[in-house]
């Protein structure tokens, strides 16, 4: 059967690791990239052999029949939109959107045209994150009756050379980062009922790092150190910080407390890590891992899914339901923190199916 063709809109500082991973599943081809910068899309297909197009005629081309969407968040929407009334289905970086009114947009869209949409994060979807999963489900540490995560950072202007949008609004380190902890969390515990927040800012401009604009100062425009208290529901209460104001700390990225024992689940911006457990007061354990895709930076599974699933009329995992979930999550915390009430979810979701043991790699059904 003949791949399906993707065409990716946005190839800037992420586009490479989805170049670089596509290969590794036959059933979809990357065969166009298209950017608002021509330069920096005839650059990228130059490095990957593909053709560069603007993005009209991409939109336009009857060989992609999914757009790729690797644009900055303020641009997810308007480009999942173009890409809906060019009659692809669109699979976009994370977040899905920067305000839930305008992921309702893609959402309507994409039911009213009957195309699928997806999001990042799909790191859920690796050995890793699948095999704390599995081990949550076979009741190792028994029910969750809390939890913390913790994503804490000096801020991306130490490594980005463009890192303006991290601090303009739909910025910020909970749209930014959040999206791989709560899916993570949601993946393996279920929606959250309610969520309550704190935020603030430390630092009024940042300095860019690195690059040709290395020393120009950017301006802080969001928050960024934010907290929120989630409660999942089934029960389980677990507190999420995200931060571009702290120079280090000695957290673990998600921790898990159960009726039996604890979890510490491996960074959830990654594939790999080990799943380590403790029984009671024990000792730290692996959980030994028996799903694939644990082994490297697979950042392309979520759409490779999406591809597959669009043949088999299965649902996709890295879905609208859970990247709007996930972003109600994040929006309400911020909310909260600025209204100082807790907030109840209105858009819920299940969890996504897990993915299926013991398949030969490239393979997803
Ligand atoms: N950089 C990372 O390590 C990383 C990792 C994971 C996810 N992401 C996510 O990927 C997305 C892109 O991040 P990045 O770091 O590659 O950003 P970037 O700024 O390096 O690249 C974005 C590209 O999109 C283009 N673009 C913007 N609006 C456009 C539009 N309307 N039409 C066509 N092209 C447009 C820009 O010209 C630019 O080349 C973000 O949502 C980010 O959160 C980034």
């Excluded at 630092?203 to 928050?223: D, F, M, W």
């Amino acid at each position: 059967m003949e791949p399906i063709g993707v065409g990716i809109i946005g190839t800037g500082n992420i586009s490479d690791a989805y170049l670089k991973a596509a290969p590794g599943f036959s059933f979809l081809k990357v065969v166009a990239c298209a950017d608002i910068n021509m330069e920096a899309a005839r650059a990228k297909a130059a490095a990957h052999g593909i053709e560069a197009l603007e993005v009209a005629a991409l939109l336009a081309d009857p060989r992609v029949g999914i757009v790729l969407n690797l644009t900055t968040p303020q641009h997810h929407v308007g480009v999942g939109l173009q890409a809906i009334a060019a009659g692809k289905h669109v699979y976009s970086e994370k977040p899905l959107a920067v305000e839930l009114a305008e992921a309702m947009k893609l959402v309507d869209a994409a039911a009213k045209a009957g195309l699928r949409a997806g999001c990042a994060p799909d790191t859920f979807l690796g050995g890793s994150h699948q095999t704390a999963r599995a081990a949550l489900d076979s009741g190792l540490i028994g029910e969750v009756v809390a939890g913390s995560a913790a994503m804490m950072v000096p801020g991306h202007e130490i490594w980005h050379p463009n890192p303006d949008f991290y601090y303009q609004p739909g910025g910020g380190p909970m749209l930014d980062m959040g999206p791989y902890y709560l899916t993570c969390l949601v993946n393996m515990l279920g929606p959250v009922a309610a969520v309550t927040g704190s935020a603030k800012a430390a630092y009024a401009t940042r300095t860019i790092g690195s690059g040709p604009r290395a020393g120009q100062v950017v301006e802080v425009k969001v928050p960024t150190h934010i907290s929120g208290i989630l409660d999942f529901a089934n029960g389980a209460q677990i507190t999420i910080t995200t931060s571009f104001d702290v120079w280090k700390h000695g957290h673990n990225h998600i921790e898990l407390y159960g009726r039996k024992g604890s979890m510490i689940v491996p960074d959830p911006n990654q594939f790999q890590g080990a799943v380590m457990a403790s029984e009671h007061r024990g000792d730290w354990a692996e959980v030994e891992q028996a799903h694939l895709y644990g082994d490297g930076n697979y950042r392309i599974l979520g759409l490779a899914d999406m591809a597959q699933a669009i043949r088999t009329g299965r649902p996709h995992r890295a879905s609208l339901e859970l990247s709007l979930h996930v972003l109600e999550i994040m929006t309400s915390i911020i909310k909260a923190a600025e209204t100082g009430l807790r907030i109840m979810l209105s858009h819920q979701c299940g969890r996504p199916e897990a993915m299926v043991p013991g398949l030969p790699k490239g393979q997803l059904d």
